[in-house]
């Protein structure tokens, strides 16, 4: 049973530049969220996804947007990137639809993002 | 909101130590409550999850415990070997099903 999965693992861009990153959640699950995680710090929620649809949103800019597809994978878009855009990228899966709130989250390995 | 605090922040000890991480968090209307180690630039791997239900959850070595009304989990290693090395972070599951995390504590076991 494959775990959630998150490609690249690694990423140099320019800043200014747009970036996508991508994951797909576990077996079973169907509610994506995305973390960012900058050195030293916990990871902090950026978005969750659910039926293709945004369901919550952290503080985060409109640069960050994201999609979810009908196989319940998700992208991570950032424009327009800055310096402090440099971070580890987590992405985390769950089972929202059974409305079971006892469910932990599972995470990927992350992607780690650096802007040049 | 809720915050979520961990301490110690960092920590080091010999091997064969028990050791004591602590979880706090400000708004007791939590629905779980998770504890997850991240090795150095890596993912989080789940280690123990505790329903609002439970007072306490065991795998091995590990136990977790949890009090919502006083606001605090404990993870608690025991025989601590090098191996455990890593950050040790908590997420606090609340409303909306959006866990908060603390910034972790950071344990190096020393042979």
């Known amino acids: 049973d494959a775990g959630v999965t998150q490609s690249p693992t690694h990423l140099i861009k320019t800043r200014g530049q747009q970036v996508t990153l991508r994951c797909s959640p576990k077996s079973g699950h169907d509610t994506v969220s995305w973390y960012q995680q900058a050195l030293g710090q916990g990871p902090q929620f950026i978005f969750q996804y659910y039926e293709e649809e945004e369901r919550q949103r952290g503080n985060f800019p409109d640069r960050f947007s994201g999609h979810q597809f009908p196989n319940y994978s998700s992208e991570l878009n950032v424009n327009a990137l800055l310096l402090g855009d440099s971070a580890l990228y987590l992405c985390?899966?769950?089972?929202?639809?059974?409305?079971?709130?006892?469910?932990?989250?599972?995470f990927g390995s992350g992607t780690r993002l650096t802007v040049v | 909101k809720q915050e979520v605090t961990q301490i110690p922040a960092a920590l080091s000890v010999p091997e064969g130590e028990n050791l004591v991480l602590n979880c706090s968090f400000t708004?007791?209307?939590?629905?779980?409550l998770q504890w997850f180690r991240q090795d150095p630039g890596k993912g989080l791997t789940s280690l123990l999850l505790?329903?609002?239900?439970?007072r306490e959850q065991t795998s091995g070595r590990l136990n977790a415990s949890l009090d919502k009304s006083s606001g605090r989990s404990t993870l608690y290693i025991a025989a601590s070997q090098p191996g455990d090395s890593a950050t040790y972070l908590c997420?606090?599951?609340?409303?909306?099903?959006?866990?908060?995390f603390g910034r972790g504590t950071s344990l190096i076991v020393h042979p």
């Open positions: 985390a899966s769950s089972l929202l639809g059974t409305g079971v709130r006892g469910y932990g989250y599972t």
């Open positions: 708004d007791s209307a939590i629905y779980n």
């Open positions: 505790i329903q609002s239900s439970q």
């Open positions: 997420a606090v599951g609340g409303g909306s099903y959006i866990p908060t």
